[in-house]
Structure formats: C-alpha cells, structure tokens
C-alpha cells in the first residue's frame, strides 16, 4: 500500500510539476488537496506529498493560512537549475562509463533523433530524458541521482524543446558523441560533454522577460 502510494505521488509530483512550468498553473495560484485528490482518484495524503515535493524543488510555497500556491519560476532559477544538472552529469558520467549500455543508449538517440526529424516535442523530450536518467542511474550513486530528480526535468524538458530556434535533429545526434566516448571508458569527456551541453541551455531563450526573475539580494 505504501508503495502504491509513493509511485501516486510521484504521479502527482510530475505531472503538476509540468503545469507550473508550462504555465498551465500560473504563479499565485492555489494548490487545493481536495480538488487535486479528486482529479486523480486518489485520498489527499499522496496529494499532500506530492506538494511537500513540489515545495523542496521550489516550485510551490506553502504558508499556514495561505495553503500551497504556485512560485513564481523565472529563467534566472531555470539556468541555475540546468547548471547544477551540468555539474550533476559531469560527476555521474565519471564514474557511469563501465556500467553503460552503450546499445541501449544508441537505441535511445535513434528514438531521440526520429521524434525531432517528425518534430514529436513530447517524444523527443521523453527520450532526452531517458538518455540522461539512464547515465545518472549508471553512476550507481543513490544520492546524485535524488538530487537530480528533485531539478523538475522531466517538466524543464518539455518546456525547453517547444523553443523553436534551436535545430533537435542536430542536437539529438549530439548524444552520439556521449556514448562514443562513455563505450570508450572515457568517462571524464563523457562528463565534459554533458555539463557543456546542460550549460548551453542556461541561457534565457530570444524573448524572455527576464524582468520577471526574482532580483539577487545584497
């Protein structure tokens, strides 16, 4: 039953983490347990954890009499987020070059590389993440990856590829070069790569408000 519970919450945690960052929940307003619980067929108590998550990776704020209500997420925290995911992967790719699949994740790439040549956003998004998940999951460190995961980006990525300025098919065949090098034992330009690529994406996109992020104190 607990178990159950966790795999609803993840659920839960994911997908309302996509529509804070779509912007289908817009900031300010009310998470309400109630109506989510209903939505999702479940009690309130995987809603309630599903929204203490959310709060740990900043997307929510919760105050005793204003309840759960969504942050405001600007593209300030967004690059920071995917700068620490570049540093994550660097780490995760020094240690993951022997316990790599490297079929499996040319198998990925290929998937990655037909959804952008079809322009599928969502596949293309889903299979990105397999491919990252998957080197950070090879680490065999327990910790790095729950950090990781607590980042939102099964949500940032499918925010960052409805951007219509940068070529997929090119990036996706990027990936290639990971696996070269993590099937090479050389985990060190594996890692070089990824924290490079991550850090590509710390850019505000052409058009951004970036007005709307929060100002540095001090």
Not at 39 to 51: G, N
């Amino acid at each position: 039953m607990g178990f159950e519970r966790s795999c609803l919450s993840d659920h839960i945690r994911r997908e309302l983490a996509g529509r804070i960052l779509d912007g289908t929940l817009k900031p300010g307003e009310r998470l309400v347990e109630m109506r989510i619980a209903a939505e999702f067929d479940s009690s309130q108590a995987p809603v309630r954890e599903a929204i203490r998550e959310l709060e740990s990776m900043r997307l929510v704020e919760c105050s005793p009499y204003r309840g759960a209500r969504v942050r405001e997420v600007g593209e300030r925290e967004t690059a920071e987020a995917y700068r620490v995911r570049g540093a994550l992967e660097r780490l995760a790719a020094e240690t993951a070059a022997a316990g790599c699949d490297a079929g499996a994740l040319r198998a990925v790439v290929a998937a990655m590389t037909a959804a952008a040549l079809a322009d599928d956003r969502e596949g293309y998004a889903r299979r990105d993440l397999e491919f990252h998940r998957a080197i950070v999951a090879a680490s065999g460190d327990a910790t790095l990856a729950r950090v990781w995961e607590s980042l939102a980006f099964e949500a940032r990525t499918r925010r960052t590829v409805l951007r219509g300025d940068l070529d997929w098919p090119a990036i996706a065949a990027w990936h290639l070069r990971v696996v070269d090098a993590l099937e090479a034992g050389d985990g060190a330009t594996a890692g070089r790569l990824l924290e490079e690529h991550a850090r590509s994406f710390a850019t505000p996109t052409p058009g951004d408000d970036a007005s709307r992020d929060p100002k540095p104190k001090g």
